[in-house]
């Protein structure tokens, strides 16, 4: 049998948004398809496959034992294919192919501007877009091939198959106020300020919130009894600069605050949530000469930084 007889592009494309959305309906939309058509390219893959590769699950759907072991490989055809398409038509365009980058909060307001910046003074015909977002989120983009590369903390083990890891500096987390706040500049955390100020934490799905967990653990720390759990940046400054709350999170996101003086650390023992922050691109991925050169950089910049 002639596979590109059978099995087309469409059918990838319909497989791995099914997979990442578990849901025929998202799915359709995100595609710009209708349900029926949807549907139908997934009975046409299971068709060239041989195996069923979705199962009903309570109202929706998820992926059987099968579609597990296909969507590795679905993913990765497709996001070489996007590759290939990319750079060819980056040629034409006479400016090189857009470097797609994902940033995690703690680069997205550090590293990333600054690598950015540094690579447009010498490359002024280079294009590039910045996604930011949730761990989850910019590695599935990553794995579609709607990114090229994420900048970020090193991903638990099992959102790993099929990326590799380059460490760039390693981060812990930071718990700071605003300076004007009652805490700020306590030699010790008083019993009960955790639970007598809004605190702010990460949230669950995110890298650092288990090291945040695993602390409170481990210094026999009672978890605040409601935090507002967040990664935005944006809204978690203005939360604690304006609202006096206690914010646990990646000291990249607040080391321009607290340089400046406009937030504090308090004084409490973060060094188990140290880890790893690098870039993560797919294994098979050949990154473009611009995006060789924004990964120099950023490997410059944190040579300095040492």
């Known amino acids: 049998m002639r596979l590109s007889a059978h099995l087309k592009l469409r059918h990838l494309e319909v497989f791995v948004e099914v997979a990442r959305q578990t849901s025929v309906t998202q799915a359709a939309e995100a595609l710009g ?11 046409e ?9 979705v199962e009903r699950h309570g109202r929706g759907i998820r992926l059987s034992p099968y579609g597990e072991m296909f969507r590795h490989h679905a993913g990765r055809s497709l996001a070489l294919a996007r590759d290939g398409v990319a750079m060819l038509q980056g040629l034409d365009a006479g400016e090189g192919p857009q470097l797609r980058i994902g940033a ?6 550090t590293l990333v501007p600054d690598a950015l910046a540094q690579l447009e003074a010498g490359m002024g015909r280079s294009r590039f877009s910045v996604t930011t977002g949730d761990n989850q989120y910019l590695l599935d983009q990553l794995r579609r091939g709607d990114l090229d590369l ?4 090193l991903p638990a083990p099992e959102r790993m198959v099929g990326i590799d890891f380059e460490p760039l500096f390693h981060e812990r987390v930071a718990v700071v106020v605003a300076t004007g706040h009652p805490l700020a500049g306590s030699s010790h955390l008083p019993e009960g300020a955790l639970q007598s100020s809004p605190v702010l934490m990460p949230s669950p799905g995110s890298i650092i919130r288990p090291l945040v967990e695993h602390m409170f653990l481990e210094q026999g720390l009672m978890m605040p009894q409601a935090p507002i759990e967040t990664v935005s940046a944006t809204f978690g400054r203005r939360f604690v600069l304006d609202h006096g ?9 607040v080391q321009a605050d607290l ?3 406009a937030m504090q650390q308090l004084p409490l023992d973060t060094t188990s949530t140290q880890g790893p922050v690098g870039l993560c691109i797919r294994s098979e991925h050949q990154l473009s000469a ?11 910049l944190c040579s300095l930084s040492e």
Request: proline content about 6%; some cysteine; overall charge positive.
């Open 33 to 43: 398809m209708t349900q029926p058509a949807v549907t139908r390219a997934l009975r």
């Open 45 to 53: 893959l299971e068709a060239v496959c041989g195996k069923p590769l």
């Open 104 to 109: 995690l909060p703690t680069v997205s307001a």
């Open 150 to 153: 994420v900048v970020g903390r």
């Open 245 to 253: 709350a206690i914010w646990f999170i990646s000291q990249g996101v």
């Open 259 to 261: 340089s400046a003086g």
């Open 290 to 300: 611009t995006g060789v050169r924004f990964c120099s950089c950023l490997r410059g």
